[in-house]
T-cell receptor, first 114, second 111 residues
Framework: NAGVTQTPKFQVLKTGQSMTLQCAQD?????MYWYRQDPGMGLRLIYY???????DKGEVPNGYNVSRLNKREFSLRLESAAPSQTSVYFC?????????????FGDGTRLSIL | GNSVTQMEGPVTLSEEAFLTINCTYT??????LFWYVQYPGEGLQLLLK?????DKGSNKGFEATYRKETTSFHLEKGSVQVSDSAVYFC??????????FGTGTRLQVFP
């Protein structure tokens, strides 16, 4: 019963390096999300994908790109990492249908940019 | 705009004490309201939800009532356990399949 799987769990990068965070879900959900979690700020939406082949910006998209590879997978890429992107990143998924659907979260990727 | 405000933590309680974590919201229309819980080292899990005014969500002894007149969705539990220690997030969904989260409230329960 995997649910939402994120890789890697931890990563340390140097400023300017690039990296892709991977996310996969096995619940046949249409919608997928990437959040970042910072102390005192809760979770903020970076990007989301309402269905395969579509993506849209969230609250804090600058410095990130995403790719909805297929229905299962939704990756987040940092092209040139900056210290301000040090955070814990969470992927989530939910059923289609708009309102009222709870989101299911992965265990997170803890990313440090030096 | 739409937003969620939670009481700041940490909330520190002894086992079997009564818990209240306050949550108020600002939203146009009629959002759905959620409480999520995050245990150490894990992602968020849905704890309970309510989709319309006066609905009461409940799970694992926790309850919250959707109060439109006070725009509130306070989380309560009659008798907390050490295992309830976690961070609790209030969130709203304003009918667009996207959640807006509060900043989270850390609960620490001591034996």
């Amino acid at each position: 019963n995997a649910g939402v799987t994120q890789t890697p769990k931890f990563q340390v990068l140097k400023t300017g390096q690039s990296m892709t965070l991977q996310c996969a879900q096995d619940m046949n959900h249409n919608s997928m999300y990437w959040y970042r979690q910072d102390p005192g700020m809760g979770l903020r939406l970076i990007y989301y994908s309402a269905s395969e082949g579509t993506t849209d910006k969230g609250e804090v998209p600058n410095g990130y790109n995403v790719s909805r590879l297929n229905k299962r997978e939704f990756s987040l890429r940092l092209e040139s990492a900056a210290p301000s992107q040090t955070s814990v990143y969470f992927c989530a998924s939910s059923e289609a249908g708009g309102a009222h659907q709870p989101q299911h979260f992965g265990d997170g990727t803890r990313l440090s940019i030096l | 705009g739409n937003s969620v405000t939670q009481m700041e933590g940490p909330v520190t309680l002894s086992e079997e004490a009564f818990l209240t974590i306050n949550c108020t919201y600002t939203a146009t229309g009629y959002p759905s309201l959620f409480w999520y819980v995050q245990y150490p080292g894990e992602g968020l899990q849905l704890l309970l939800k309510a989709t319309k005014a006066d609905d009461k969500g409940s799970n694992k002894g926790f309850e919250a009532t959707y109060r439109k007149e006070t725009t509130s969705f306070h989380l309560e539990k009659g008798s907390v356990q050490v295992s309830d220690s976690a961070v609790y997030f209030c969130a709203l969904d304003y009918n667009t399949d996207k959640l807006i989260f509060g900043t989270g409230t850390r609960l620490q329960v001591f034996p």
